[in-house]
């Protein structure tokens, strides 16, 4: 460790999306810097280049607002983009508005440590930077930590391991090889299709089925993106007022006041509609009322079975036990018919879950499978994981893993008590994807600078929250997922996907709009809930 620290007013963790607006934000007005764990920027879009990666929102809305110079000339080429093109825009955001002199790549921060006598943060990273300095913007990702089942026999397996999120970037050559792919959430299902072409056999061991529906994806058009740039200011502030994603189309009944011909209309027009997530809007009621989220369930369903040749495969295709919505809804390029494939199998891991790996491959409880490359497609420790990995003192030593040992808490997902001049980006507790995350983002990153700024002004160096500010938002939260049927499966919004994590629903449900309004009232009321010194 450096003897003399350097000494900056900001510092900004984390080169992904929320993390460069931040630098180039912040930079003109105060000393900043950036610390970014990968050796290039993009966070989720540098990481996740695992075969098939492409983001489940519209490129013309999942897209930087902030510049209109930017969004005139950037031309994505087709709707859904793809990994290439989202880390390609992340450099050239980078390079054009000239941060990279403030990125210190391949240096991932390792400690933070709270000096409540200077009000100075204690920086310290893998390289061996120390820093002080006055704001932490944790821009760390709430999708950024993997989840590696810890299965014994690991070393003993004689062939290749890939985690989605740890993807190399050279191609890997998969022909003749027999490949497994452990999980179907949002990535398994994208990676799925295209390991099945590049393969000569693909085994799917699956937990929970998914949901999913076709994204739609296609070549951007000429009109397409003329309307958007013609229209984007205007675009913009609707995205704000929704989830940032204007582009769905918000049913006007509930599925009870509809007859089975009318659902099955709304339905299928929803199905072919290339708007992610229509499903789950189809009517007013899916995400509160599980009856009416069953239709839309066995609507999907009759798809996987329409799709699937062989009728046992998709019965084990088809999700039962939970409804749409309350995992991330997936979106998928010919998931469902990969099954028809000779090459591809599923096996039902929860049945039978997997015990250990082998020198040739994987056991379940009731078989071994022969296997020359797995990939894990397991998830993240999602929302909490990437600050908790990090050794975080608050103060009087207060630790931000013991603090939320028993689960999350936060004001806003913006702060947490006892952590003072801390500011988490879709921390937990916000939105997060339940949110456009490049939206959200801009808009918590302009919020974090406002608080700044108001500190700097009026001549505050310490800003802190409460514990029964964080209670009054906990409130707020787990009310706003009461109402929804969104806690009623084990997914990462609850962290119920990582064994033995604890904490409630971690994501703020109530909208974005209704978030950004409560936020904005507290610092309009007198900084209600704060604590300035
Ligand atoms: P995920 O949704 O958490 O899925 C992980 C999968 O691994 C699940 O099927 C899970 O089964 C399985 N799994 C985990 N541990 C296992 C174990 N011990 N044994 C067997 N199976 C196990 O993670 P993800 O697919 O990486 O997606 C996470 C989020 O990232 C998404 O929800 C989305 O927000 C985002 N994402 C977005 C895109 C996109 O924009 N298109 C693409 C990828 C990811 P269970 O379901 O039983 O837990």
Same mark, same amino acid.
């Given at each position: 460790?450096?003897?003399?620290?350097?000494?900056?007013?900001?510092?900004?963790?984390?080169?992904?999306?929320?993390?460069?607006?931040?630098?180039?934000?912040?930079?003109?007005?105060?000393?900043?810097?950036?610390?970014?764990?990968?050796?290039?920027?993009?966070?989720?879009?540098?990481?996740?280049?695992?075969?098939?990666?492409?983001?489940?929102?519209?490129?013309?809305?999942?897209?930087?607002?902030?510049?209109?110079?930017?969004?005139?000339?950037?031309?994505?080429?087709?709707?859904?983009?793809?990994?290439?093109?989202?880390?390609?825009?992340?450099?050239?955001?980078?390079?054009?508005?000239?941060?990279?002199?403030?990125?210190?790549?391949?240096?991932?921060?390792?400690?933070?440590?709270?000096?409540?006598?200077?009000?100075?943060?204690?920086?310290?990273?893998?390289?061996?930077?120390?820093?002080?300095?006055?704001?932490?913007?944790?821009?760390?990702?709430?999708?950024?930590?993997?989840?590696?089942?810890?299965?014994?026999?690991?070393?003993?397996?004689?062939?290749?391991?890939?985690?989605?999120?740890?993807?190399?970037?050279?191609?890997?050559?998969?022909?003749?090889?027999?490949?497994?792919?452990?999980?179907?959430?949002?990535?398994?299902?994208?990676?799925?299709?295209? *390991?099945? $072409?590049?393969?000569?056999?693909?085994?799917? !061991? +699956?937990?929970?089925? %998914? =949901?999913?529906?076709?994204?739609?994806? #296609?070549?951007?058009?000429?009109?397409?993106?003329?309307?958007?740039?013609?229209?984007?200011?205007?675009?913009?502030?609707?995205?704000?007022?929704?989830?940032?994603?204007?582009?769905?189309?918000?049913?006007?009944?509930?599925?009870?006041?509809?007859?089975?011909?009318?659902?099955?209309?709304? *339905?299928? $027009?929803?199905?072919?509609?290339?708007?992610? !997530? +229509?499903?789950?809007? %189809? =009517?007013?009621?899916?995400?509160?009322? #599980?009856?009416?989220?069953?239709?839309?369930?066995?609507?999907?369903?009759?798809?996987?079975?329409?799709?699937?040749?062989?009728?046992?495969?998709?019965?084990?295709?088809?999700?039962?036990?939970?409804?749409?919505?309350?995992?991330?809804?997936?979106?998928?390029?010919?998931?469902?018919?990969?099954?028809?494939?000779?090459?591809?199998?599923?096996?039902?891991?929860?049945?039978?879950?997997?015990?250990?790996?082998?020198?040739?491959?994987?056991?379940?409880?009731?078989?071994?499978?022969?296997?020359?490359?797995?990939?894990?497609?397991?998830?993240?420790?999602?929302?909490?994981?990437?600050?908790?990995?990090?050794?975080?003192?608050?103060?009087?030593?207060?630790?931000?893993?013991?603090?939320?040992?028993?689960?999350?808490?936060?004001?806003?997902?913006?702060?947490?008590?006892?952590?003072?001049?801390?500011?988490?980006?879709?921390?937990?507790?916000?939105?997060?994807?339940?949110?456009?995350?490049?939206?959200?983002?801009?808009?918590?990153?302009?919020?974090?600078?406002?608080?700044?700024?108001?500190?700097?002004?009026?001549?505050?160096?310490?800003?802190?929250?409460?514990?029964?500010?964080?209670?009054?938002?906990?409130?707020?939260?787990?009310?706003?997922?009461?109402?929804?049927?969104?806690?009623?499966?084990?997914?990462?919004?609850?962290?119920?996907?990582?064994?033995?994590?604890?904490?409630?629903?971690?994501?703020?449900?109530?909208?974005?709009?209704?978030?950004?309004?409560?936020?904005?009232?507290?610092?309009?009321?007198?900084?209600?809930?704060?604590?300035?010194?």
């Amino acid at each position: 460790m450096a003897e003399n620290p350097e000494e900056f007013d900001i510092v900004v963790i984390g080169a992904g999306f929320s993390g460069l607006y931040a630098l180039h934000r912040l930079r003109k007005d105060y000393k900043t810097i950036c610390f970014e764990a990968g050796d290039g920027v993009g966070g989720t879009w540098y990481w996740n280049r695992y075969p098939g990666a492409r983001v489940d929102i519209q490129s013309v809305e999942y897209s930087y607002g902030f510049d209109e110079e930017l969004q005139q000339e950037w031309k994505w080429p087709e709707y859904f983009s793809a990994q290439p093109e989202l880390e390609e825009y992340a450099n050239h955001v980078a390079d054009r508005f000239e941060l990279r002199d403030n990125i210190r790549l391949s240096n991932a921060v390792e400690s933070l440590r709270f000096d409540k006598e200077t009000n100075r943060w204690h920086v310290q990273s893998e390289n061996g930077d120390y820093v002080l300095c006055k704001y932490i913007i944790a821009a760390t990702g709430s999708l950024s930590a993997p989840n590696m089942p810890d299965w014994p026999g690991r070393e003993k397996f004689r062939g290749e391991i890939y985690h989605t999120t740890q993807w190399p970037r050279e191609p890997i050559d998969l022909r003749n090889k027999r490949v497994g792919i452990i999980g179907t959430g949002s990535t398994g299902i994208q990676a799925a299709p295209l *390991l099945a $072409e590049k393969s000569k056999q693909l085994t799917v !061991f +699956q937990r929970t089925p %998914a =949901f999913s529906m076709p994204s739609g994806n #296609r070549p951007t058009d000429e009109e397409h993106e003329r309307n958007w740039k013609e229209n984007y200011g205007e675009r913009r502030d609707k995205m704000l007022d929704t989830y940032g994603v204007s582009l769905i189309e918000y049913g006007t009944k509930s599925a009870h006041e509809c007859t089975p011909e009318e659902q099955h209309a709304i *339905l299928e $027009e929803g199905w072919t509609s290339k708007s992610a !997530f +229509q499903m789950m809007v %189809a =009517f007013t009621d899916v995400m509160t009322d #599980r009856a009416a989220n069953e239709v839309v369930c066995e609507f999907v369903r009759s798809k996987i079975r329409e799709i699937v040749d062989d009728p046992a495969t998709a019965e084990l295709l088809c999700p039962t036990d939970y409804p749409i919505g309350a995992k991330r809804l997936c979106i998928d390029n010919g998931y469902f018919s990969m099954f028809n494939r000779d090459n591809v199998s599923l096996v039902d891991v929860k049945a039978a879950p997997i015990t250990e790996l082998t020198e040739t491959g994987l056991k379940t409880t009731d078989a071994s499978y022969d296997l020359d490359v797995i990939v894990m497609a397991t998830g993240f420790d999602a929302v909490t994981g990437a600050l908790t990995r990090i050794e975080v003192e608050g103060v009087d030593g207060l630790k931000l893993r013991d603090k939320w040992s028993e689960g999350p808490t936060s004001y806003f997902g913006f702060m947490v008590a006892g952590f003072p001049n801390l500011f988490m980006i879709h921390g937990p507790l916000t939105p997060a994807a339940l949110a456009q995350m490049i939206t959200a983002g801009e808009w918590q990153v302009d919020y974090a600078a406002r608080v700044i700024d108001d500190m700097e002004k009026d001549n505050y160096s310490c800003i802190d929250t409460t514990e029964e500010a964080e209670q009054s938002w906990a409130d707020e939260v787990n009310i706003a997922a009461s109402h929804t049927i969104f806690g009623q499966a084990n997914s990462w919004y609850n962290g119920k996907n990582i064994e033995g994590k604890k904490g409630g629903f971690m994501i703020y449900v109530g909208g974005f709009p209704r978030y950004r309004e409560l936020s904005e009232n507290a610092l309009n009321n007198n900084y209600k809930g704060f604590v300035r010194s």
